[in-house]
């Protein structure tokens, strides 16, 4: 869908045709639901629904949920003052993957009930339970489909549940060797 930061108007073509023919299409990704209009102005009319920050925030149409609760704000202040950068979406923190060893002992002395999520270099932490898979089950919930009937394609770590929750998953050729196998 895209590449070094840029829309693959093929796909996006490919993406369009199907709906034309009335098939759904639901993008589930990692990013920050703002941080995505911004980088790719105008990706949400090519989808029937879009589900953000690696499955807790589900958007479709003009409305949009979270599902589940942000991460504590302590675990902000506790990164800022170990000099760790991070941004932070309705739900998750996104940060550098590099810091997960911190991150990881952070969580556990704040006493959090927190997940690691990697994605290739970068790392999202997450309420407990949530992921991709998740977000996609809860967005066709909404519009009335089965997991039964979806097809997934991911390439990363954090899609090892969506691909997981679908009848047919595929891994793109680059993807990490995890979700090869």
């Known amino acids: ?17 199907l709906r034309s023919d009335g098939v759904a ?7 920050i639901e703002a941080e995505l209009g911004r980088r790719f102005p105008g990706l949400a009319d090519h989808f029937d629904a879009i589900v953000t920050e690696n499955g807790a925030v589900v958007a479709v149409g003009a ?7 942000p991460i504590e704000s302590q675990l902000d202040t506790a990164l800022a003052n170990n000099g760790i950068a991070y941004r932070r979406g309705q739900v998750l923190l996104a940060c550098n993957g590099t810091h997960s060893a911190e991150i990881a002992d952070l969580v556990q002395r704040l006493g959090l ?19 991709k898979g998740q977000g996609l089950v809860a967005a066709l919930g909404e ?7 979806a097809i ?5 770590e954090n899609d090892l549940s ?4 679908v009848e047919v998953g595929v891994a793109v050729a680059n993807s990490v ?5």
């Open 25 to 31: 299409t639901v993008l589930v990704t990692g990013r």
């Open 162 to 165: 969506l691909l997981r929750a």
């Open 63 to 69: 409305s949009s949920r979270l599902l589940a609760p």
């Open 152 to 156: 997934a394609i991911g390439d990363a």
């Open 1 to 17: 869908l895209a590449s070094k930061n840029a829309v693959n108007h093929d796909a996006i073509a490919a993406i369009d045709a």
């Open 143 to 149: 519009l009335g489909l089965s997991p039964h009937n």
């Open 177 to 181: 060797p995890s979700l090869r196998d």
């Open 113 to 131: 009930d927190c997940q690691l999520v990697h994605n290739r270099a970068a790392l999202m932490v997450l309420p407990a339970g949530v992921s």
